[in-house]
């Protein structure tokens, strides 16, 4: 239970006090009216005693009485029988002291932390102590007890009386008729000789003082000193000493005594529809009937306190807002019925309050106390002679526990359900009589006895009612002795309830003991126990009751020494619903809202829901709308677990409450929690839409909001940027750039304000979620903003007047401040059943400036279902409730981790995504292209400044540069201006010229800086550099399908700047994405190997000896793509030192033709470049050489052919690059430690050159094509760079392997020894053999035949080299082994030479054959090493093949 204002002790004490009647004179009355009081009410603040007062017990012992209070009435006659339920007028008074009982605006509350709960609720219940006492003071007097009938009887006359012991008189005879006539069955008294106080009222301001005297004195001597009293009142004017302040103890008691005599006063309660508020107001519930016509607000609530809010409309709140509610009253205090106007006691000074108290004072101890203890003593003595007992109760108790002989009855004596009624002298009734006088003096030990005695008898007669009693009041005195004997008997409280309230239907008696019991309970801190007796207590025939004990039996499961924070909420919620149905609403709504706390954020999302519904009605019929729409919104918001007719009915209340709170005040337009926005997921894209298609032109993909976000991506746009940036920018990135952001969301980096275009459209993508099963429907959706112009810089504080914002323009529907930006509305946004829905809503700046994007502007309406379309028109009125609102888009930053201190706490960065600042425009650029998947592709790249502002210095920059090229000023060819001239085209530069004979070439000179833009960056040539706005130009690009097959993902960038310098924006890009899907075509292998034939032998270069060049192709297409052949239409090759000089293919075909899975093998000679070219300058030149197998020459060093070739050599050489730089660093890492390691380096060096070839073949093929029933020409080239002879290269990248793993390893291991390359080593010479192929001699005449054979021995190397030559017969190598070979050598058989540089040296040498044959004359062996390396041994030199000779006999 809640705190007291009162300790246990002194509630018990007070609830049973000593009941004194009053009798006035007219005249006397008169005399207190002055004071707007009657005496009684005069009497009332002083009936509690200051001092200690005195008894003696029947053995004489003192018995000290402490702080008693009497209770002083007047003497109110009437005929009702005892009744065992409350009159309908004490119940509206009990009703209408808890109503205007409210708690206080700042009244203390408890905060309680039980577990991880933290509660907050008032500490105390004034409403219950309140109703408490007021309902102990209305208790009707019954026959079975004597502790509220009256002791004495105070008869008061005025010293003013001509005779007033006359009056005295009558008043007395009054009295006797009243208590003995047997006329009344109310006031009811205690004993028959009830004691008489005669008191004379003397009016000091009116009346003669001596004379009052006198008549006192009279009095003395009539009644004797002990009984009357000279009351003097009244000493002060009303006239004079009005400023004096005297205090007014009286107001305090008179609200509750008004309250008990507003029998006529019936419209107390509140009322709805004229129904009565508490079910228990009316007559016939007395009878335990329900009320048929209720509340029709609480009817819904009525059936189970945890129940729903049936769907009918006609139950909801529509029909609130209708009904007539006279709430004022609630708050009404009724004023006084004996006089409302002026104070309280205006006549009386201090003096005259002393006088009251000690005319209080006085009569307890002198007449009240002494009448109690003279009658204690006669009844002990009466019930020790009738029982023929020992002198004294205290002797006898023993005996009686014993028992006795059931007392003699009469027979007609009356029965009742409660067991039989004692007449009034029966000794049972004399023992109780003895023990209520006790308990009335304090004595309550003696008080125990006699109530224990009594009960014995009672419960041996049967007499149920009268044991109850007697039972309660035994365990209210074992509590109240001092120094507690014996312990408290529950038990005799538990069943003196159960028997009041079972067995004598009882309620009012049985209410009162559980009061008593509880209160006792909890202050021996028996939470739980009284918190279950209280629980019992509640029932259906009274809400009021039911409704504060259960409150109170919440506040004991709070206050348990383990608080039981579950149990306080849901008795609380009960509690609410009691207080509910007895219309007392404000202790409903703070029960409910008190048991929130509990149910708030832990799952209880049913419970949870309930509560706010039901605050929510509770607030609305409150008049407190506020509220409501807070308590509507929480059940809207969670994930509620509603059905969907629930949920329906819920929006329904909202928004009805909602339109309700708005009223006309539309201005500001208020929250709305329905849908919900996921900001972090809200989106902000800049510039315009991307356009359509125009025919086969297509736009820039560029961003688009339909683009998921990919970190990876935007790294790589990011880093494209900055190498077009650092171009522009003579190759430096400035230190405050920043990548062009134009689509921002939750993974972007928000930091900084982003920067938007004047005139270019701002779209804001929010991701709404409908929380609910119901649909909503949403109208007239926009954006709402804050813009400050120029000039304002945004840290000063935007709310002041700089600001414009579109707020009341919204607000109320008018759609104006377009001049600064324009807002787009959508009209209608629906959304289905718990739907997650994107909306873009868009802005057009027209200024430049700060722009805070600030939320979102909606009208809010349920969506008519199918039902309300079929019902009646005024129904869908009800449910087309549309509701103005806004919600705000607050975006959290991301956690900032920077700093020790950020990563201590809890810190979040800005998220400006939502606050663009406006610049001024920049240009714009679409880039449509007809791009299809090809080999070599010519395409046309339209660029268009749609911006208001001319646009310069563009450039691209793209993730695969050797996909496309749009040519240099120098080698581009004329081309047609549109692309539908040029359908028919090769997008080769071609020359008319059949194949020669001889295949004869064609040369020309070029170097890499001629095909500008090999870097990464490259500037587009647009006339002029700038392209005014409006203005569009379109430029042939070149594309060449990848050489790997599979879809390629290609970015571009374009960059591009504005004339205008000095702009917060200092560039602009633009975003293009192809995808190109690339088939197979051709796989080329190439090899190279040296030519056999003598330098000397060479037709046309005297130089140095050629190199057979060997080209393997196949076509490898899998005819996907509808490609019937490919032709190969010419070979060329580029290179600094060699060229291709011609075909050497035996077979004239003009063309070479290849259909799937064929394989073509082509034969070139290639010879190195012409010396007079090679000077210094020539270094970098290129040579490009053009052997045409078809009927057209293809200049391969005009723009497609030669781009794609620099291009694609670039990309490879970066690769090679990136390995051979790694290969030198890990070499030169190793250098120190081994000496021999130079010698190698130098060796591999000689060796390289020696082999080095550096010869990039490009081979150029038609394919013929089939697409919908027509023949296409697809053109394309693939390129093989040839490095070293005798290495094969291929056209097809290979496919990189899975690195195996490699082991760690601790310990660095020793460097491995230099291998030398032998086979590079072993092609350090060249030779050849020279002789006649035949030979005829005549053996008859000589047998000898002698052959001279020159041996050429070139020098491959640029370094000087020894050779030593061995003449063998027999050759080594096994093919060779079958031929006849006994021929011999003559003449000197070994040679040591040195060759220097690129030397050819011829040696003769003569063959000695001795008989006709087939000789292979290749046997002699080269032995060669570089001159330098003296250590090193001769490698052996690889020898040509075969040379065989015929000799034959002449």
């Known amino acids: 239970m809640a705190q007291c204002v009162q300790s246990v002790q002194e509630f018990v004490q007070d609830s049973f006090v000593p009941m004194v009647a009053v009798l006035c004179s007219e005249e006397a009355e008169r005399v207190t009216r002055k004071n707007n009081l009657n005496f009684a009410e005069l009497l009332r603040p002083f009936c509690r005693l200051t001092s200690e007062g005195h008894i003696r017990d029947p053995n004489n012992q003192t018995q000290v009485v402490k702080n008693l209070r009497i209770c002083v009435n007047n003497v109110a006659t009437s005929l009702n029988t005892a009744s065992t339920a409350l009159s309908p007028a004490q119940r509206r008074m009990l009703n209408q002291v808890v109503l205007s009982c409210q708690p206080q605006e700042g009244a203390s509350t408890n905060v309680i932390t039980a577990g991880d709960y933290d509660l907050n609720f008032s500490a105390t219940t004034p409403w219950f102590e309140t109703y408490r006492e007021n309902f102990l003071q209305s208790m009707p007097a019954s026959d079975h007890e004597f502790l509220n009938h009256y002791l004495a009887c105070l008869l008061v006359v005025s010293s003013t009386e001509a005779v007033p012991v006359e009056q005295f008189l009558k008043l007395s005879q009054e009295q006797h008729r009243v208590q003995h006539s047997g006329e009344y069955t109310n006031p009811k008294w205690f004993i028959p000789n009830t004691l008489k106080y005669y008191v004379l009222l003397h009016d000091m301001s009116e009346g003669d003082e001596q004379r009052a005297e006198t008549v006192y004195e009279d009095m003395k001597q009539r009644y004797g000193s002990q009984g009357c009293y000279l009351l003097k009142i009244n000493s002060r004017t009303l006239s004079a000493e009005v400023d004096e302040q005297i205090p007014d103890p009286w ?169 039989l009624l004692y007449p009034p002298e029966a000794p049972e009734l004399q023992i109780r009589k003895m023990a209520d006088l006790c308990f009335l003096v304090q004595h309550y030990e003696l008080a125990y006895s006699c109530y224990h005695t009594a009960k014995k008898d009672f419960l041996s007669d049967q007499a149920m009612l009268y044991a109850a009693g007697a039972l309660e009041m035994a365990a209210v005195s074992a509590f109240l002795q001092a120094g507690a004997p014996r312990p408290y008997p529950a038990h005799y409280m538990d069943t003196a309830i159960q028997t009041y309230r079972d067995v004598c239907k009882n309620m009012v008696l049985a209410e009162r003991c559980a009061l008593l019991s509880a209160e006792i309970l ?175 032109k297509q736009a820039a993909t560029h961003v688009s909001l339909d683009q998921e976000y990919d970190q990876d991506l935007a790294a790589m746009w990011c880093h494209l940027e900055e190498q077009l940036v650092a171009a522009s920018n003579r190759g430096i990135v400035p230190a405050n750039f920043q990548p062009t952001q134009c689509c921002l969301n939750s993974q972007t980096d928000n930091l900084r304000y982003p920067l938007a275009v004047v005139e270019e459209p701002i779209i804001v993508e929010l991701m709404f979620k409908n929380p609910l099963k119901v649909s909503l429907s949403l109208s007239n959706l926009s954006l709402l903003w804050r813009f400050t112009d120029d000039g304002v810089s945004p840290s000063e504080n935007i709310t002041e007047e700089l600001a414009i914002t579109n707020e009341e323009t919204l607000a109320l529907g008018i759609t104006q401040k377009d001049d600064i930006v324009n807002t787009e509305v959508i009209q209608e946004f629906q959304m289905g059943p718990e739907e997650t829905k994107m909306a873009r809503l868009r802005l057009l700046p027209h200024r430049t400036g700060q722009l805070n994007i600030v939320g979102v502007v909606y009208n809010l309406a349920t969506a008519l279902s199918g039902e309300t ?175 790997q097959e599979g879809v390629h993902e290609i970015n571009f960038l374009f960059y591009y700047e504005s004339t205008e310098k000095g702009n917060k924006i200092s560039h602009r890009v633009l975003r293009h994405t192809v995808f190109i899907c690339a088939s197979r075509s051709l796989s080329v292998q190439a090899s190279a190997c040296r030519s056999s034939v003598p330098p000397h032998h060479s037709l046309d270069d005297k130089s140095s000896g050629g190199t057979l060049v060997f080209i393997d192709v196949e076509n490898i297409n899998t005819s996907e793509a509808g490609v019937r052949e490919f032709h190969i239409v010419q070979v060329s090759s580029s290179s600094q030192h060699w060229r291709l000089h011609k075909c050497i293919n035996p077979a004239k075909d003009k063309d070479c033709k290849l259909t799937s899975r064929e394989r073509a093998k082509l034969c070139f000679r290639a010879t190195r470049c012409k010396p007079i070219q090679a000077t210094s300058d020539a270094v970098e030149k290129y040579t490009f050489a053009d052997l045409n197998l078809g009927n057209e020459r293809i200049i391969s060093s005009s723009t497609p052919c030669g781009d794609f070739f620099f291009r694609g050599c670039r990309t490879s050489e970066s690769q090679r690059g990136n390995v051979a730089s790694s290969r030198t660093l890990s070499s030169s890492k190793s250098q120190g430690s081994n000496p021999t390691e130079h010698t190698a380096s130098d060796i591999d060096n000689i060796v390289k050159k020696c082999n080095e070839l550096d010869l990039n073949i490009i081979v150029i093929w038609k394919a013929y094509v089939v697409e919908d029933n027509k023949q296409l020409i697809l053109e394309g080239q693939l390129h093989v760079a040839l490095q070293t002879i005798g290495k094969e290269a291929s056209s097809l990248t290979p496919r990189e392997e899975a690195q195996e793993m490699v082991l760690l390893k601790f310990k660095s291991e020793l460097p491995p020894p230099v291998v030398l390359p032998s086979a590079e080593l072993s092609q350090l010479i060249k030779t050849n053999l020279h002789y006649p192929e035949t030979y005829t001699h005549p053996f008859v005449q000589d047998s000898l035949c002698v052959v001279p054979v020159t041996l050429t021995l070139s020098n491959c190397s640029l370094a000087q080299v020894d050779v030593i030559i061995e003449l063998r017969h027999k050759s080594t190598s096994p093919e060779c082994l079958e031929i006849h070979s006994s021929f011999t050598w003559v003449g000197q058989t070994q040679y040591k030479l040195q060759l220097k540089p690129r030397e050819v040296l011829c040696l003769t040498l003569r063959a000695c054959f001795l008989q006709a044959g087939v000789y292979n004359l290749n046997t002699p062996r080269v032995l060669a090493k570089p001159a330098q390396q003296g250590a090193m041994c001769e490698t052996s030199q690889q020898t040509a093949s075969p040379a065989l000779i015929i000799i034959n006999n002449a």
Not at 281 to 295: G, L, N, P
Not at 383 to 412: D, I, M, Q, Y
Not at 607 to 629: C, K, M, Y
């Open 869 to 1043: 379309g079929s019902s009646t028109e005024g129904q869908q009125t009800l449910d087309l409730i549309v509701v103005r609102g806004r919600q705000d888009l607050k975006i959290q930053g991301p956690r900032l981790n920077q700093t020790k201190e950020e990563k201590m706490m809890v810190r979040h960065g800005p998220d400006h995504r939502l606050d663009p600042i406006i610049t001024p425009p920049m240009p714009l650029m679409e880039f449509p292209t007809a791009l299809l998947c090809g080999e070599i592709r010519k395409a046309y790249v339209e660029f268009c400044n749609v911006s208001s502002v001319a646009l310069c210095g563009l450039r691209v920059v793209s993730t695969h540069p050797d996909f496309f090229t749009f040519g240099s000023q120098a080698t581009t060819p004329l081309t047609p201006l549109t692309p539908t001239s040029a359908e028919n085209c090769s997008a080769y530069k071609t020359m008319v010229m059949p194949p020669h004979p001889y295949y004869e070439v064609s040369e020309m000179l070029h170097s890499a800086e001629e095909f500008s833009q090999l870097s990464g960056v490259m500037e587009i040539p647009i006339d002029g550099n700038t392209l005014q706005p409006g203005e569009s130009t379109q430029l042939p690009l070149w594309l060449r399908g990848p050489d």
């Open 522 to 696: 909890k202050s021996q801190g028996k939470y739980s126990e009284a918190a279950t007796l209280l629980i019992k207590m509640t029932s259906e025939d009274s809400d009021l009751r039911s409704a504060l004990l259960l409150e109170q039996a919440a506040h004991c499961f709070i206050n348990m020494r383990n608080p039981m924070v579950r149990k306080f909420a849901f008795h609380m919620i009960l509690a609410g619903h009691r207080f509910s149905k007895a219309g007392q609403r404000r202790h409903a709504l703070r029960c409910y809202c008190q048991a929130m706390q509990v149910y708030k954020e832990r799952g209880w999302s049913l419970a949870e829901d309930h509560i706010n519904f039901t605050i929510g009605r509770q607030s609305f019929t409150l008049r407190q709308p506020e509220n409501a729409v807070v308590a509507f919104r929480q059940i809207l918001t969670n994930d509620s677990r509603q059905t969907a007719t629930q949920q329906g009915a819920f929006l329904r209340e909202y928004l009805f409450v909602y339109k309700s709170v708005i009223g006309g005040n539309e201005v500001s337009l208020p929250q709305l929690p329905l849908p919900c926005i996921y900001s972090s997921a809200t989106r902000v894209y800049f510039g315009h839409d991307r356009r359509l298609a125009e025919g086969e």
């Open 251 to 419: 107001s305090q008691y008179l609200h509750r005594s008004n309250l008990h005599n507003q029998d006529t006063l019936e419209d107390v309660a509140p009322t709805v529809n004229s129904v009565a508020y508490e079910n228990n107001i009316s007559t016939a519930e007395v009878d335990s009937h329900h009320s048929t016509d209720k509340d029709e607000v609480s009817n819904n609530l009525e059936s189970h306190p945890l129940q729903l809010d049936s769907v009918n409309t006609s139950e909801s709140l529509y029909t609130l807002g209708a009904v007539n509610t006279d709430l004022k009253k609630d708050a009404r205090v009724p004023e006084s019925l004996s006089g409302g106007a002026g104070s309280h006691g205006a006549c009386l000074t201090l003096n005259d309050h002393d006088h009251i108290r000690q005319f209080i004072q006085e009569f307890t101890f002198r007449g009240l106390l002494p009448h109690i203890e003279k009658n204690i003593r006669q009844l002990n003595d009466q019930l020790v002679s009738r029982k023929g007992l020992s002198r004294s109760l205290f002797t006898a108790t023993k005996k009686w526990f014993g028992g006795g002989k059931v007392p003699e009855k009469s027979v007609s004596e009356p029965k009742s359900t409660c067991g």
